[in-house]
């Protein structure tokens, strides 16, 4: 293995070794708390623009599994583990974790104390940071000017295409493809529903057109507030049909609605994190990835409420939309290799679309 370092914003450096792509790359260093679903991970649209740093020490252990990509491949910018596995043990791998982020262009750092790392996030803050195999004098410049940005558009399926139904086709859902997981679909069509993924920029009139029975506003990466665009034919689409939005789908439904967001010091990332749905007083653990939160506060009482919270920080994790027939979730319901104890949010779209009541 090659020397390789990381240079963070703050001009902190630590020295590893390469792994994966050889190269240099920039990107918003972040850090997943996950134990297992690496492989989910990677394929996340969601990390789109950022770093993915592993807080679990040793990455790569069951190999890498085509079967449960969430998307096409990896979307990250980079990887940083404490130790990469070379002999994972699984049969259903089929090919080590260094070989896919090879075959994906995706430069890697291992052997770098990734405690410290995470400590350092979680204190300053999310930050940018650079892998490189030549340590340069100082911060170099692009690594203090990047920013996410054009990622919903880079992820997004380029042509609309349908995905039938498991056996009868009950309902028919549209589902706006920010940056969408394929668990989310795979969810909905094992429910019998007929799903029509459709690119981040198509029209509400064009969405309507197709006659869905309920549209389905998916996760994705970045800023919500730069998707401005798709705010605007989210408010044309408001009180029409059903809606359910997850993760970016939940914030740009909030900001549709007349609500803010806002950047989160280090976001939340992981299968590990508690919510509490207000209503019941019942704490579900959930799977997330987002570094943005809907300002719970900013919702108009009279067209929602905040749902559920985050029982780490109080931040808004799901809201009820009474007036628009609508509920989103911060979280993930469809958590692939995670937990579970939130997939009945997709029955109760199911009851949406079949004239039941929020």
């Known amino acids: 293995m090659s020397k390789v370092y990381i240079i963070l914003e703050n001009g902190r450096v630590f020295e590893g070794n390469s792994f994966g792509a050889v190269g240099e790359t920039v990107g918003e260093l972040v850090f997943t708390t996950g134990v297992v679903g690496y492989v989910e991970t990677l394929t996340d649209p969601s990390y789109a623009g950022q770093i993915i740093m592993h807080t679990f020490p040793q990455i790569g252990n069951y190999g890498i599994i085509p079967e449960d990509f969430e998307s096409g491949g990896c979307h990250a910018r980079g990887v940083v583990v404490r130790e990469h596995c070379i002999t994972p043990s699984n049969f259903r791998s089929q090919e080590t974790l260094d070989e896919f982020l090879k075959a994906q262009n995706i430069i890697g750092i291992c052997g770098v104390d990734t405690r410290e790392l995470t400590q350092l996030i979680r204190e300053a803050g999310v930050m940018n940071a650079m892998i490189t195999p030549d340590l340069p004098e100082g911060?170099?410049?692009?690594v203090k000017a990047y920013k996410v940005s054009g990622v919903v558009a880079e992820t997004s399926t380029k042509k609309p295409y349908t995905v039938p139904s498991q056996g009868e086709t009950k309902h028919r859902v549209a589902l706006m493809d920010y940056g969408a997981k394929q668990n989310i679909i795979r969810e909905l069509v094992s429910l019998g529903c007929e799903v029509s993924v459709l690119p981040y920029n198509t029209k509400a009139e064009d969405v309507l057109a197709l006659k869905p029975d309920g549209i389905m506003l998916s996760n994705g990466a970045g800023d919500p507030a730069e998707n401005a665009d798709c705010v605007e034919e989210i408010k044309k689409l408001l009180g029409k049909l059903p809606i359910f939005g997850i993760c970016l789908g939940h914030q740009l439904l909030a900001l549709a609605a007349g609500g803010k967001t806002e950047k989160l010091k280090y976001g939340h990332r992981g299968g590990n994190h508690p919510v509490r749905e207000l209503e019941s007083g019942r704490v579900y653990i959930t799977s997330q990835n987002h570094g943005y939160a809907v300002v719970?506060?900013?919702?108009?009482?009279?067209?929602?409420?905040?749902?559920?919270?985050?029982?780490?920080?109080?931040?808004?994790?799901?809201?009820?939309?009474?007036?628009?027939?609508?509920?989103?979730?911060?979280?993930?319901?469809?958590?692939?290799s995670g937990p579970r104890d939130m997939e009945f949010a997709f029955n109760r779209f199911i009851r949406l679309m079949e004239g039941g009541a929020l």
């Open 139 to 142: 911060v170099p410049e692009k």
């Open 296 to 336: 719970g506060s900013s919702i108009d009482k009279t067209i929602g409420r905040v749902s559920y919270i985050n029982l780490n920080d109080n931040t808004c994790e799901g809201i009820v939309y009474p007036a628009y027939n609508a509920f989103s979730l911060q979280f993930h319901p469809e958590a692939h």
